[in-house]
C-alpha cells in the first residue's frame, strides 16, 4: 500500500482535525470524451496503469480522510468494482505468489472506507454534492471531483484543510489562468486577508464572458465546504445549462464573507478533457520511477523526429 500512497505526500495535521469525509462526485456524463466515455466512466480512464479517479481518492487518504463518498450515477459499476474486493483475481495471483500485481489490486479498497451513493440524473455538481447531505451530516467535509486530477506531489488538500481551521466557512482552490480561459471555469472576485497565498472570495460567477469575468482567478476541483451549504444548495435553482451549481450556492455563502480561496499554481490536469488527459498521462509516466527514464528516452526520440518532421528533414527515423 506504501507504494501506491507514498506518491501522495501527507501532511498530518497538527491537532485532531474537524474534516474527515471526502465527497467525490464521479456521476457526470463526460461528454467531452465520448466515445470513449460511452459505456466506461471517463474516472476510470486509465492514467499511465491506475484509472484517474484512484489518485484522487489516493489524494484524499494523503491528506488524512479516511471516509470517501463517491456519487455515482447510471454506467458507472466500473468505479465501484474498483473499490471493491476482487475475490477470483485475487485469489489468482495469489496462488501465483505474484505479491506485486496482488497489492496492487488490493490497494484501492484499503485507501479508506469508501462509500457509494447514485445521484441517479445528473442535475449538476451542486445537485450531485446535495445527495451527499445525509452521509455527510452537520460536518466540514471536502470535496474532490473525480475527473480531476492534482499532480501527487503537490499538497494542496492539506493546505486547505489547514485554512479551513484558521478561518472555518468554506474554502474554494484558485488558480489564475489565461483571460481567454475563464469562460470555461467559475471565476472568483477576491480580496487580501494579509497571508501569502489566501484570499477571501466576495464573489463568484460561472462561466463569465472574458469582459464579466472579476478576476482571473478560476475555482479548480478542489474545495472543503462548511455543511452550511447544504441549506443553500436546497433553494439553488438550476442556473447556467439547466443545472443546480456549486458554484451559485458558494456565490450565496460568499457574500457573507465566510468563503476563503487557496492560490494554487501547481501541476493540476481535468482528464475529462482529451488534450489534458494526454498530457496527464504522458507527465505522469516520465515522474515514474519504473517507467518514466525509458519512455522519456523515446519521448525525446520522438520529439526530435517530429521538428525534423516540420523542417523537412525527416531522415526516416521511426519512433516505434
Ligand atoms: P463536468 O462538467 O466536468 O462533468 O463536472 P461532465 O458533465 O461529466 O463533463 P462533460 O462536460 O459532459 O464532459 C465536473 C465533475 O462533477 C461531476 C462530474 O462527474 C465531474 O467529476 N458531476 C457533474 C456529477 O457528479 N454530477 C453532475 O450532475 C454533473
Redesign the pocket.
Known sequence: MARMIASYSTATPAGPRTVRKAVV?????????LPA?KATP??MLPVVDKPAVQYVVEEAAAAGLDDILM?T?RHKRAIEDHFDHAFELEQALASKGDTVRLDAVRDPARLAAIHHIR?G?????G??VLCARHHVGNQPFAVL????LIDPRETLLSRMLEVRERYAGSVVALTEVAPEQVHLYGCAAVEPVGEEGVVRVTGLVEKPAREAAPSRYAVI?RYVLDPAVFDVLERTPPGRGG?IQLTDALQDLATDGTVHGVVFDGLRY?T?DKADYLRTVVRLACARPDLGPGFADWLREFVRELEDGARGTRKGRRAA
Open positions: 462526485p464521479a456521476a457526470g456524463l463526460g461528454t467531452r470524451f466515455t471517463k474516472e456519487v450515477g445521484q440524473d445528473p442535475l449538476g455538481l445537485h450531485a471531483l473525480g475527473d480531476d476541483g443545472e481535468d475529462g
